[in-house]
Every structure is written in C-alpha cells, then in structure tokens.
C-alpha cells in the first residue's frame, strides 16, 4: 500500500500514536501478511491537546513526509484573555494575570501586526533543541529556557467566533467569517464594539516552523494582556484538508472490512501543486538507475515524473537537465 490516510486526530493522542492507530488498523484489516506492516510515518507533529488534520504516509509515500513537514498549514485556534501559562495552553500552570479584556475592534486592529513575514520567539516547551537537549524536558526540570526568534510568516489571519465577556463569563458563540459575505444572519447576541471579549478565535494560514501558542502569545501582549491557547484544530496541512480526514472509529471500521483502499489516498495526491512530466519506458529505467535525463524541454522546476500514471521519481529540472530528488519503488 503506497499513499496517505488522513486521520482526524482526537484531543489527547500524539502524532506517533495517530502512526500506531495506522497499523493497528493495518494489522487487524488483514494487510500485513506474515506480520510484515508497510512503512507508515506521519507528515507533521501535531500536539496532543490538538486536533484536526495529521497525513499519515504509506509505503512510498514515506518518501514525501519532509515535504509535508515543510508545507503551509492552516489552524483555527481560540485565545483565552487573561491568563498566561508556562506552556501556553491549557496543560501548564499559570504564570501571569491581566484583568483586562480587548474589544473585539482592537482584536480586529492588531492583527495586521502580525500577518506577513514576522519574527517569533518559539515556546519554552517546544521540541527545538537547546545544547542537544529538548526544550520541553529542559523547561520541564526547571531550567529557564531562551530561545533564539526564528522568521515565519502569517499568509493569512482573521477573526472566526469572538465570545463577548460579561462578568467574567463568556457569552456565545457566534461566527464572523471577515470578508467572505457570510454575515447575512446576525446572531442573537452579538458582541457590543466596545465590549471586552473573554477569549476569540481566529484562523490562521502559516508558514512550516510556526508556533500557534507563541502567535497566541504575542497578539495577547499587543492588546495589553496576557492569554494562552485554550483550543487547536488544524484545518489543513499541505494540500490535505478535513474533507479528506477520517476519524480513529472509522478507520478501524473500515479496515475491519477490508476497504482502506477506499479511503487510501494516492502517492500523487501529496504532490498536488507540482505539474506531472510523462516520461517514456526508457527515460523512467534511465532514472530508476540514478541517472540524469539530457535535453527535457520544460521549465526549470520541480515535476513528478510518470510512467503511463506509474509514479517514477520526484525530480528537480535545471537548464533541461533532470535528476531524481525522491525515486519511488512502484
């Protein structure tokens, strides 16, 4: 089996965990003869108290897990105002306090600071390595951990469901889609402009090495307050979007019946923004064999190269020349 399944990850399970569901399923459904699993590996860490979109790769596929690592992502995520945690969510222990509550005006007003090329300082508890050790096991035992800021960059963030804040309770939800024309059917209870919000969620479309806590982070300190993720739901990875996503229930339903081929995504599906260059008999064996194809008239660039839809090789064309970044074994 070469392709990807995309799980819905649940609240609570690691990515290597969503990698031994796989094959769990893999096992029960039958397609491992003699005890002999496919190569699965997951295309992107997600953590456990997110949920949402995580591509797991079969087989060949596997080849392509980097690139998944390095592609955008797009998230939903929920800010809670007025406290800070050493983990910037809801796991950790609190660190800071503000009683102040922005408007949803102002949450709407900061935002441009934060979209485009920008420059973060990633979580203390993150997996980046400090001195060959892991951030998260140093800040753990209690070692003030600094790391260095790193350039990301925010495609795209807007306002999704602000909840208005009364007295300390948060009051909704309701949706703003900003821009999209979806603001036909007021809500009941809309948020007052001047009305301080007990937390907001927005939506963000970002650049691969981009912390979601440390974002929330930083737009709660632009507001004059602190504030730390109370929700994480990615929506998409790569080309891979919830549409595609199947829950950890029915992946076990449907490899207890012998259909993951249903469900199995395409090898090519991974590489979907890179153009398909047709290769003939002898030019595939030519690079199957490691080398390079001579006089190819296409544009410099990236192409997945074909054999009649066979997947050949990922390969990389410069001044009509083509050499094999990723060969696959089909």
Sequence with gaps: MHGWIILDKPLGLGSTQGVSAVKRALRQGGYAPGNKLPKVGHGGTLDPLATGVLPIALGEATKLAGRMLDSDKVYDFTIGFGVQTDTLDLEGKVVAESD????????????????????????????LKVDGARAYDLARAGEDVVLASRAVTIHALQVVEPLPFRGGVGVGPFRLTLGLGETDTPHPNPSPEGEGLAEVTLTAHVSKGTYIRSLARDIALALGTVGH?????????????LDHAISLDKLAEVANGRGLEHILLPLRAGLDDIPALSLSPDQAGALQQGRKLIGIAVHDGLYFAVLHDVPVALVEVSDHQVRVVRGFNL
């Design 100 to 127: 102040v509550r922005p408007t949803l005006a102002a949450v709407e007003a900061v935002l441009p600071r934060f979209t485009g090329p920008i420059e973060q300082v990633p979580p203390a508890y993150s997996a």
């Design 229 to 241: 993720v109370t929700m994480l739901r990615r929506t998409k990875a790569g080309p891979f979007t």
